[in-house]
């Protein structure tokens, strides 16, 4: 394929501002849909009751989910947990009943098709867990992305910490934007698919921006749009073959791992899409709408004075 040959000429940065006008239609959707549509938080974040239950012998969770239904729990979440003997039940909060009136509401329901089904084990989760899930991932995701300004600023340039940034910031509101159109459900696996989004967008990131420092060092007579697009080509084929092997391996875990990882598979499989974009249509343009260029990346010149004071 002529992708993977490093003998591409794609002119990336001629096309920024249409990238830029696609991202900016993207996050106002998206932020428009978080605030309308608000997202759908598990129980970890709701909270309500979870029981883990086990069968002799294998059992359809789409059968316990529809003897759920039929049996008043509408919003019952069934889920296989470990093998395809034992599931997890989640029922979001009820005021009505307490926690262990609702053990043995849910262990009836359960026998009267499978009378040896027993409770491996029974807990209630409170909202107020949830709220402190949400705010140690609001911080640690602030916390990141403020380390890496600082780190990509002294290993490169500030302009290329902004391009950064704003590609970080780009990928995660995109992501959980898709959440909220789609309403896929939001648990804890969710933050921690976002921040390891964070992680693949950045090391994509960092592998351009080293690729396009080398070249502002090397390559002399070319201006900086055309340093950037020769940088973003040498590295196409390892950022394609990167992106679709992750996403092959995503993409069965999303078909063959059940409805435990079903979320964590979505926010990752969206969030390398979006991240492979940005590091090169958000990241570098940003940097070069800053206006980096080959002398921001030279060492300072020392000052003649300071010279002819040596001995």
């Known amino acids: 394929m002529r992708v993977l040959s490093r003998e591409t000429h794609f002119q990336f940065m001629s096309r920024r501002r249409a990238a830029a006008v696609l991202s900016l239609v993207l996050l106002i959707g998206s932020i428009v849909a978080i605030a309308v549509r608000g997202l759908n938080f598990g129980i970890e974040f709701t909270g309500g009751v979870e029981l883990e239950a086990g069968y ?17 729990f509408d919003d019952a979440q069934v889920i296989y947990f470990g093998t395809q003997r034992d599931i997890m039940i989640r029922i979001p909060p009820n005021d009505t009943v307490d926690g262990t009136e609702l ?26 867990i949830g709220a402190e899930v ?12 403020v380390m890496i300004f600082i780190y990509i600023m002294f290993r490169f340039q500030w302009r290329f910490s902004a391009g950064a940034v704003a590609a970080l910031v780009h990928d995660v509101i995109i992501t959980v934007g898709f959440f909220a159109v789609f309403q896929f459900q939001v648990d804890a696996s969710v933050i921690a698919a976002v921040l390891a989004v964070v ?14 420092r080398e070249n502002f060092l090397t390559v002399r007579g070319e201006d900086s749009e055309t340093i950037i697009d020769r940088s973003i080509n ?22 063959l791992g059940g409805e435990a ?3 964590f ?22 940097a070069l709408r800053l206006g980096v260029s080959a002398k921001d990346l030279l060492p300072p010149e020392p000052d003649p004075d300071e010279i002819d004071e040596l001995p």
Request: proline share 2%; glycine share 6%; net charge negative.
């Open 56 to 72: 002799s012998q294998t059992v359809d969770v789409e059968a316990v989910r529809q003897q759920l239904t039929d049996a008043g």
């Open 103 to 128: 053990r043995e509401l849910l262990l009836d329901v359960l026998r009267q098709t499978a009378p040896d089904v027993e409770a491996r084990s029974f807990s209630v989760v409170f909202p107020q």
């Open 134 to 145: 949400a705010e140690a991932g609001s911080l640690a995701m602030i916390f990141v992305l």
């Open 199 to 212: 992680g693949y967008s950045l090391n994509d990131t960092v592998v351009v921006f080293d690729r396009i």
């Open 234 to 255: 040498q590295m196409l084929a390892r950022t394609i073959i990167t992106g679709v092997t992750t996403l092959l391996v995503l993409t069965a875990l999303l078909v």
């Open 261 to 263: 990882v079903r979320s």
């Open 265 to 286: 598979s979505i926010a990752l499989i969206c969030g390398i899409i979006v991240g492979t974009y940005s590091s090169i249509y958000v990241a570098s343009a940003v």
